[in-house]
């Protein structure tokens, strides 16, 4: 499958975990700061401030929404402490085991997945991003088909939140 593809096969995806005739930012054409990463299933928001700040609202919006935060991983940090060098990462944990442990319900193999997971990545001409596995795409891949509308919501709260870091 060529890179042209999987923009249209991420947004395809959001669209279906949104139901019909939902309308998300996620199911909208990806704006300039707005795009699917080099990996399926995976989207992105280009954050507007620098690496710490973006992490900074990350966690603050989610603490904020009462969504229980679990842990960052600081895996630039990790790779230093092996003496191998990458680019500023650092993975965040949060999420709300109502809505979460339904999807484990359906297919108790999601767990993987579950809690949801945002990386904030600073890419080497100094751009920072907040990248997070699409809904639709997660949906798809355990087969769950009778959780569209805790999908939707997901999908809706993950780009508040991202938008909430990225923004200015």
């Known amino acids: 499958m060529t890179a042209r593809f999987r923009p249209v096969l991420v947004l395809m995806a959001a669209a279906l975990a949104a139901g019909p005739g ?4 996620q199911t909208a054409a ?3 700061s707005q795009s699917a990463a080099p990996a399926t299933g995976v989207v992105r928001l280009k954050s ?5 700040e973006t992490l900074v609202r990350l966690k603050a919006d989610v603490q904020a929404k009462g969504i229980r935060f679990f842990d960052t991983i600081d895996q630039s940090g990790l790779g230093a402490q092996a003496n191998l060098k990458t680019a500023r990462s650092t993975l ?4 709300n085991p109502p809505l979460g442990v339904q999807f484990l319900q359906s297919n ?8 949801v997971r945002m990386l904030v990545v600073e890419q080497a001409d100094g751009s920072v991003w907040v990248a997070w596995s699409d809904f639709g795409f997660i949906a798809k891949r355990y087969g769950i088909t009778d959780k569209d509308p805790q999908f939707k919501m997901a999908s809706e709260v993950a780009m508040s939140i991202a938008s909430a870091a990225t923004n200015p």
């Open 22 to 25: 939902a309308a998300t930012a």
């Open 48 to 52: 507007a401030n620098n690496f710490d």
């Open 30 to 32: 990806p704006a300039a």
């Open 92 to 95: 965040v944990l949060f999420g």
């Open 108 to 115: 108790p193999y999601a767990g993987l997945d579950w809690p």
